[in-house]
């Protein structure tokens, strides 16, 4: 069946630009999490939704980045004014519900600030 | 200090090997302890839970020890391919799994 996905795969954006990260989560999962990987780190927590109600966002680093998923199935994670320190691969993972399912991550966005 | 600690590596182990991978958590409160597995460039997938009892799947076993707030993973009869990087992560209990990831292990297997 198919898992999660996530677009775009790439994505060089100039110091300064708007970028929007998709995610398209496996069909019926209720709960979603992006994760921000640096290179060489494990990924870090950025927000959390269950359906469309975005539950915990303490993760995110800076008001500038801003999560959404309006009709509680596909999400975007905005990135407003990006900065060099925003070079990282974002990850996207959903779990049919919540506290002991399984996370089940996307490919990832690799986001790639000049 | 970070939340969960795990020595970067990289093992460097020829086939057939017994490698044992160790972690270490601060937040007391963790519930839920698990590997996950990342290939280069790859998102990570999850290896196995681990449980207070110890289990073991194949040739891999996982440990805990709540009480020293510890982690460990042992592969046994190394292959090619368990080259990766190995990722040691807690969640707390509330709800929700919000995965706490340590930074890695790497592991290259060599014939």
């Known amino acids: 069946g198919a898992g999660v996905s996530q677009s775009p795969r790439y994505k060089v954006a100039k110091r300064g630009q708007d970028v929007a990260l998709r995610c398209d989560p496996i069909?019926?999962?209720?709960?979603l999490f992006w994760y921000q990987q640096a290179l060489g780190q494990g990924p870090e927590f950025l927000t959390y939704?269950?359906?469309?109600?975005?539950?915990?966002k303490s993760g995110l680093p800076s008001d500038r980045f801003f999560a959404e998923r309006p009709e509680g199935s596909v999400s975007t994670l905005k990135i407003q004014r990006t900065q060099q320190e925003d070079s990282a691969v974002y990850l996207c993972?959903?779990?049919?519900?919540?506290?002991?399912?399984?996370?089940?991550f996307g490919p990832g966005t690799r986001l790639l600030v000049l | 200090r970070k939340e969960v600690e795990q020595d970067p590596g990289p093992f460097n182990v020829p086939e057939g090997a017994t490698v044992a991978f160790n972690c270490t958590y601060s937040?007391?409160?963790?519930?839920?302890f698990f590997w996950y597995r990342q290939d280069c460039r790859k998102e990570p997938k999850l290896l196995m839970s681990?449980?207070?009892s110890g289990n073991e799947d194949g040739r891999f076993t996982a440990q805990l020890n709540r009480a020293s707030q510890y982690i460990s993973l042992l592969i046994r009869d190394s292959k090619l391919s368990d080259s990766a990087t190995y990722l040691c992560?807690?969640?707390?209990?509330?709800?929700?799994?919000?995965?706490?990831f340590g930074a890695g292990t790497r592991l290259a297997v060599h014939p």
């Open positions: 681990v449980y207070s």
């Open positions: 937040n007391s409160a963790s519930q839920s």
């Open positions: 992560v807690v969640s707390l209990s509330g709800g929700y799994n919000k995965l706490i």
């Open positions: 939704f269950q359906n469309e109600a975005q539950l915990d």
């Open positions: 993972a959903s779990s049919l519900y919540g506290e002991f399912e399984t996370q089940y």
């Open positions: 069909s019926g999962h209720v709960s």
